[in-house]
């Protein structure tokens, strides 16, 4: 929807091409099967939707998601401690996936040029006759009778966007018109999670509105959230590496919880009123399709999970990929409305290629990862970032400053500025002092009472 948006300001027609049948409100869908688990922006990836959609901050508070700064309103169980208590001015909205989507899809479908095509999916591009432009999709109706030979109709197009995610099928596309399939790099720790949504309990007393638990490799592989969502709910995952899966019964979910390194995660959830079952995931690897390397043809370019679909646990996925739809407008206005896919994906890589090394380099810390390697860069770069979590309970600057990162405002880069740099240095080579163990919370008594291709055209 992004794409889309962006399409509009430079073609006459934008067909957005979706697999399912839309609902009318706030529904999960088929084709979005991680949609259940948490879904947020961080405050870089809320501004880019706020500039292409404006009001959709407002709107998403007022369908009762929530605006809460990284300091104020989070509480983060680090392998250093406990995160610092004050504002730091980093908002993270939160919410359920599908209320997302439905309230950016009313914003999409406002605007004249943009049409919905649902119940359809793309079988391949059309291409020109010399083979060497896409000039359009094949398209069929995702439901069809299987004695029935699929009817295939071709939507002509100046410029295909493949905007279908981790699933795209835009390499098997480009190598049955003719061109290689672009490389991939693929790294996975093996990390699965399960979800439940839950009403807390009234007067559960608590200084948090989101709770995370973080595990600490290579020793401990689980973590946790509760995060507030719409109709005064939490949605709580929990997550383990190294194929240390949680379950999805109800006992199994509540034991693995009280296996964290806190038990505040447990005691939010212990009388807490279940409202849905369990839902688990484990399709976590981090795969890169490297596209800029690869002969794209003109008139065809891929953004989002398409080209780099993370670890969805480290959240960084919605936020690129409207940072990517930036990049896609400003390409289309530099060429005057027409895109130079090259360069175009090129501009992509260079987007990814930090996120990627610091997601990669953490899922790189547990032994039982395959892909990638760990090079005298990564080892440096583990070494760093280990001494910069292990300052974060004794300073809000360096927290801020870390967060600030975590949100896309800032490059890996400003982690070496001499407020952080410093503190550093002094901690790993200054005279050494020993520090005392993180304070648990304090323990209370029981209180009772996160696929479609989008496709534009100039008349």
């Not at 899809?105 to 359809?120: C, D, E, T, Y």
């Not at 069809?144 to 071709?154: A, G, I």
């Not at 019964?249 to 849905?276: M, N, V």
């Not at 289309?332 to 997601?359: E, I, Y």
């Amino acid at each position: 929807m992004l794409a889309a948006r962006v399409l509009a300001d430079h073609f006459d027609r934008v067909t957005v091409i979706e697999r399912d049948q839309l609902p009318d409100g706030s529904e999960n869908r088929p084709g979005v099967p991680h949609a259940r688990p948490l879904h947020f922006f961080f405050k870089r990836g809320l501004m880019v939707a706020e500039e292409l959609f404006p009001g959709v901050t407002a709107d998403l508070q007022a369908a009762g998601s929530h605006l809460l700064d990284q300091g104020r309103d989070f509480r983060i169980l680090y392998r250093s401690g406990w995160s610092p208590r004050a504002e730091i001015g980093l908002e993270f909205c939160t919410f359920t996936r599908p209320l997302l989507e439905a309230t950016i899809r009313r914003h999409l479908v406002a605007n004249p040029k943009i049409s919905l095509l649902q119940g359809f999916e793309v079988a391949g591009l059309a291409v020109s006759g010399d083979g060497a432009r896409v000039e359009g999709v094949r398209i069929q109706p995702r439901h069809q009778d299987p004695n029935v030979l699929p009817e295939v109709q071709t939507l002509a197009a100046e410029l295909v966007v493949d905007t279908s995610g981790r699933g795209s099928k835009a390499p098997e596309w480009l190598e049955a018109a003719g061109f290689a399939k672009p490389e991939e790099t693929v790294v996975d720790a093996f990390w699965g999670y399960a979800t439940r949504i839950y009403e807390p309990v009234d007067d559960f007393q608590k200084d948090w509105k989101n709770l995370l638990v973080m595990n600490r490799p290579p020793y401990q592989p689980r973590a946790g959230i509760i995060q507030p969502i719409e109709g005064n709910r939490w949605l709580v995952t929990i997550a383990g590496v190294m194929h240390d899966y949680p379950p999805t019964d109800e006992e199994g979910f509540l034991k693995f919880a009280r296996s964290l390194s806190s038990p505040e995660l447990y005691r939010a959830i212990e009388h807490a009123r279940p409202l849905s079952r369990i839902w688990g995931y484990r399709r976590t690897e981090n795969r890169l399709r490297h596209y800029e390397k690869a002969n794209v043809p003109q008139g065809f370019a891929a953004l989002g999970d398409s080209v780099c679909a993370f670890n969805p646990v480290y959240g960084v996925g919605m936020t690129l990929t409207g940072l990517e739809a930036l990049a896609l407008r400003k390409c289309l206005r530099d060429g005057k409305g027409r895109l130079n896919s090259h360069r175009f994906q090129k501009q992509v890589a260079k987007l990814v290629a930090a996120p990627w090394a610091l997601t990669t380099g953490e899922d790189l810390r547990w032994p039982a990862t395959q892909g990638g390697q760990i090079t005298a860069k990564v080892k440096f770069m583990h070494w760093y970032i280990e001494q910069v979590i292990r300052l974060i309970p004794q300073s809000q600057e360096v927290f801020r400053r870390f967060q600030e990162v975590n949100h896309m405002l800032k490059p890996p880069t400003a982690l070496f500025h001499p407020a952080v740099l410093g503190p550093v240095l002094r901690q790993a080579f200054g005279p050494k002092r020993i520090l005392p163990m993180p304070k648990e919370a304090p323990a209370r008594a029981p209180q009772h009472s996160t696929s479609t291709s989008t496709v534009a055209v100039r008349h």
